[in-house]
């Protein structure tokens, strides 16, 4: 089964301070994982993807298929940073995606 | 702007109505998906359709029903609307393979 894990609900952290948004992942194939962005409940924007390994916005993520997991990472929060992130896993086989629960992150002033 | 676009933005209704949301995805992608994110409950998957074809289904529930039609537009509808219904409702697109591209969302409240 596939399966998306986000540990974490609620995330606060201080401006200027690291964040690390946890993802963990289960799937017996090669698959993609994203990271997407939602701004107070507006439309989920692609935030990365595991294949492009490019840095927006400050943050990055590695995959790390030893530990099947695709954790968020940016070294220094800035109040803009506060939205939900949800981690996510395409499946090879007809483009299927498995969303985690998400996490909002709120860094504070 | 992500090319996906979503109708009506916003859509209050009375409880046992029907409603029709509509999605037009994203030029070039064939690939629509339907999600339901509720205050409580985050984002919950509902349906995948692909070229017209339902290709995976989730937490779709019986009073709901979706379509793709040729020129690869998508309508949810609703039907036998209930309290517990009213959330954010959007919809993504992809072509065969990718990342999804979301519309703005249809919010809808029922009363």
């Known amino acids: 089964a596939q399966r998306v894990t986000q540990p974490e609900k609620l995330l606060s952290v201080f401006k200027g301070a690291p964040v690390e948004l946890k993802c963990n992942y289960s799937?017996?194939?090669?698959?993609?994982l994203f990271w997407y962005v939602q701004y107070s409940r507006q439309r989920l924007q692609l935030l990365l993807r595991?294949?492009s390994r490019e840095s927006i916005k400050g943050f990055t993520a590695d995959l790390n298929k030893g530990e099947t997991s695709f954790h968020l990472k940016k070294p220094f929060a800035q109040e803009e940073d506060s939205a939900m992130y949800y981690c996510a896993l395409s499946a090879n086989t007809g483009n299927q995606f498995y969303f985690g629960t998400g996490t909002s992150l709120t860094v504070i002033p | 702007d992500s090319g996906v676009t979503q109708t009506p933005k916003h859509l209050i209704t009375a409880t046992g109505q029907r409603v029709t949301l509509r999605c037009s995805p994203r030029s070039g992608d064939l690939s629509v998906y339907w999600y339901q994110q509720s205050l409580d409950q985050g984002l919950q998957f509902l349906i995948q359709?692909?070229?017209?074809?339902?290709?995976a289904k989730g937490n779709i529930l019986e009073r709901f029903s979706a379509q793709q039609f040729p020129d690869l537009h998508s309508e949810l509808n609703l039907s036998s609307l209930e309290l517990g219904d009213s959330a954010l409702y959007f919809c993504a697109s992809s072509i065969n393979t990718g990342p999804l591209h979301f519309g703005n969302g249809t919010r809808l409240t029922v009363t």
């Open positions: 359709y692909y070229n017209g074809e339902e290709r």
């Open positions: 799937y017996s194939g090669s698959p993609e």
């Open positions: 595991h294949i």
